[in-house]
């Protein structure tokens, strides 16, 4: 009994209590089972038509991000973000009109899955297709005299580029070397002394490129985040090595002087013919491809294609108008 009646007597203080923190049985009734306006509001957002309108919209329209992947031609290409309506954000924008309006939208980009650097490591000879940009690279490891004219060019066009540099033409021409990194162009490895890496042993190899990489950041305070290796040159070893050091290795798409008889016209023309969206052009300090320059870059320009560093085209961000 005294058990039963000390029962009782914790359900009454408890009973006291809770209903001592509310004003009147309504209060208590509508904190427990109504929803606050924080609750009602999405709901109500959500039955909306302006709302559904919205969220059907965005299920035509949205576009799905791209993984980075492994091409059997092509190695690896990186991926690209898709493109989102943020239904919620675009709602609260639009809502005190009442008017959906397919201009007003917010757009959010998504990444994707898997990126360059979850897949096996492998050259990159383009962009991802679906990313309307090119790359112009220039290797360089002689012409320097052709250098200031190629940064004019480049300067009046407004454009970043990716030159790779040979680590012994920078001891050299170590002048030249600091134009191209003061006009905020992306610094490459090229190596040293356009030795064919492939023909090295991996200690020999890494030391090459170690030592390239010191050159250039002893002089360019930059230290290469790519590596393009001499003639093009690669192996799994090459890889391995360009892979431990934090690099990725670059080549091209196409040559854009591929011969060296070969006229500011003939260039011009298989740019216009070749280029695509992702494009990786190589290009050399020579008189015919300083010639032929500025119509390369009005030529990629007029099919509707950005121009940026390897950076830049490989990065998985949009491209924006």
Do not use: C
């Not at 089972?33 to 059907?56: C, G, H, N, T, W």
């Not at 798409?253 to 013919?273: H, K, W, Y």
Request: charged share 20%.
């Amino acid at each position: 009994m005294r058990k039963r009646g000390l029962q009782y007597s914790l359900f009454a203080v408890l009973f006291v209590l809770t209903f001592s923190a509310f004003p009147s049985y309504k209060a208590f009734y509508q904190s427990q089972f109504i929803p606050s306006d924080r609750e009602i509001q999405p709901v109500q957002a959500m039955a909306s038509p302006l709302y559904q309108k919205i969220k059907s919209y965005a299920a035509k329209h949205n576009i799905k991000p791209i993984n980075a992947r492994t091409d059997s031609v092509w190695k690896a290409i990186p991926g690209y973000n898709g493109l989102q309506v943020n239904v919620k954000a675009s709602y609260e924008k639009l809502k005190s009109s009442g008017h959906f309006n397919s201009q007003k939208l917010i757009y959010e980009e998504t990444a994707p899955r898997v990126h360059l650097e979850d897949i096996q490591p492998a050259p990159i000879y383009k962009g991802n297709p679906e990313k309307p940009m090119v790359a112009l690279v220039f290797d360089v490891a002689s012409g320097g005299e052709y250098i200031p004219k190629i940064l004019e060019i480049l300067n009046q066009a407004e454009l970043s580029s990716t030159f790779f540099l040979d680590a012994e033409w920078v001891k050299a021409h170590s002048n030249l070397a600091l134009m191209i990194s003061d006009e905020n162009h992306e610094i490459g490895n090229f190596g040293m002394e356009q030795k064919d890496l492939t023909e090295l042993s991996n200690t020999q190899a890494t030391k090459q490129l170690e030592n390239a990489n010191k050159i250039i950041e002893a002089l360019l305070n930059v230290k290469p985040r790519w590596l393009t290796p001499p003639m093009g040159h690669y192996d799994e070893q090459v890889l391995a090595v360009s892979h431990a050091l934090h690099m990725i290795t670059a080549l091209w798409t196409f040559d854009g002087g591929a011969l060296s008889q070969e006229t500011p016209s003939s260039i011009t023309r298989q740019v216009s013919e070749k280029v695509e969206a992702g494009s990786i052009i190589r290009l050399t300090p020579s008189q015919s491809e300083v010639e032929a320059l500025p119509t390369i870059i009005e030529t990629i320009k007029n099919k509707g294609y950005q121009l940026g560093t390897l950076s830049a085209l490989t990065d998985e961000g949009r491209v924006h108008e």
